[in-house]
């Protein structure tokens, strides 16, 4: 097949993270500006929002919190995941930055 096709984008074009945001309700938009600049990602109800700027090729590197300690019960040490996914411009990718879990005794 002789379709070009797009590099994969590898340098960190954004790296997201709770933006300081605690508990169980995500960051503010006030917060992610503050930990980014001024619009890098829109907020929406806790939700990151990060509208893709140039078609390509992106590889994303994903982490999940923590679960809380409940109990006798350990939470989980999160996850990782890597994939690389073909993105226009104009897409949008819809993120939940959580936080690490509360621990009950």
């Not at 090729?57 to 006798?72: D, E, T």
Request: glycine content about 18%; charged content about 15%.
């Amino acid at each position: 097949d002789s379709t070009p096709t797009a590099p994969v984008v590898r340098k960190p074009i954004l790296e997201l993270s709770n933006c300081g945001a605690t508990g169980r309700f995500g960051p503010t938009q006030a917060a992610c500006d503050a930990s980014y600049g001024a619009d890098k990602v829109q907020v929406k109800d806790g939700y990151q929002l990060v509208t893709i700027t140039e078609a390509g090729s992106y590889h994303l590197a994903l982490s999940g919190a923590r679960g809380g300690h409940h109990g006798g019960g350990k939470g989980g040490f999160g996850a990782r995941a890597n994939r690389t996914v073909s993105l226009e411009a104009g897409d949008q990718l819809v993120v939940a930055v959580g936080q690490m879990g509360w621990d009950n005794p």
